[in-house]
């Protein structure tokens, strides 16, 4: 009988310490809000390039959709064709909520059946999107915009009197003797070369032939062909190379690091993309994923991505003043959106004719 009465006493003083508590003010002040997500996700995982866009996301975009929603961004940096890779293997299975993609590979997950068709009611920052960026209807959705174009040292075409370029032929020139920056054909960049060689000498998309024998001439001055961009902005900075063609984020972010570099925009145009997010088909958490990427195409976030050196999508919005003489467009210049769903149906023949014609002729006239 002690024992019981014991007990009964200790269970009222503990009742009575846990009624008289005081909340921790601070574990109430740093509460998260709730997932707004109806899959009640409470992180995604978004795959995408690394460098200026890995920053835009990590370092700014992503803190602030999760203050908004609660949902923590989980963010994997890879190039464009290896995220596309990495997605197609998964299928069965997927690990990526978003994944980025150059337009070309958005086409091609388009067609491999990687991505989810949106209902754009649920995205309805759309209805501000410049029509020009986009690639595939309801799929992907333009975030960074960019203008892939040629670029060259100023200081050294001032110092040996070289005419400005003004024409995609005028990459193809003797003097330049392998100072050159360009990039082989399985980047996008490289693709765009070929192509728009193409235009300037009575070719298209359905005719690359004129292209392809306009690009031995330009392998001939040429040391070799880059693999991307972390090849190529360094052989730029530090002076190996004079002339190159690139996206206009990195040729802003070169000018920014002080390269005396000049974009061009070719009297025969220049291709205006973005890289576009996707939800993958079957994503872990689909209706959070469709919230993130409307986020990215709101009004703020777009501020935020033209301060970074990329084209804001939306109508109306321009380039951040402090890029416009660098990389700003005029409306006198001429630039097009280019038809990705040919160029995914062709890109395999003419990546392979590359590699057997054009880079052989790398660097036969290059003097010593």
Known sequence: MKKRWIAILVSIIVMSLVGCSV????????????????????????????????????EV????????????????PGLSGEILSKVELQKNAPQYDVAFYVPLDVQR???KGLTEKLDLSTVPNMDKVDPRFVVVNNVGVPVFGLVIAPAYN????????????????????????????????????GF????????????????????????????????????????????????????????????????????????????????????SATVVKNAPHKEAAIKFVNFLISE????QIAESGFYPVLKEMKVAPKYEKSIGLKDSDHVFRPDFKKMAEIREEWTDRWAKEVTPELGKKVRK
């Open 300 to 303: 703020e976030s777009q501020k």
């Open 23 to 58: 909340p921790n003010p601070k574990a109430t002040s740093e509460a998260k809000p709730a997932s707004n997500s109806g899959d009640g996700a409470t992180e995604i995982t978004v795959a995408g390039n690394g460098g200026k866009i890995e920053r835009a996301i990590r």
């Open 109 to 111: 997950a388009n067609d």
């Open 61 to 76: 975009i992503a803190p602030k959709f999760e203050k908004e929603y609660g949902i923590k961004v989980n963010f994997v």
């Open 154 to 189: 100023t200081e050294t075409f001032e110092k040996h009197k070289w005419a400005p370029i003004t024409s995609w032929n005028d990459l193809i020139r003797p003097e330049y003797n392998g100072k050159t920056a360009f990039a082989d054909i399985a980047n996008d960049w």
């Open 192 to 275: 765009a070369l070929l192509y728009n060689l193409a235009n300037a000498n009575g070719g298209s998309l359905d005719n690359l032939e004129p292209g392809l024998q306009k690009a031995k001439e330009l392998a001939s001055y040429s040391n070799t062909f880059y693999k991307n961009s972390t090849q190529m902005m360094p052989a730029v900075q530090q002076g190996a190379a004079d002339v190159t063609v690139m996206g206009s984020y990195a040729i802003a972010e070169l000018i920014d690091m002080g390269v005396p570099l000049k974009m061009v925009i070719p009297k025969e145009g220049a291709p205006l993309q973005a890289f």
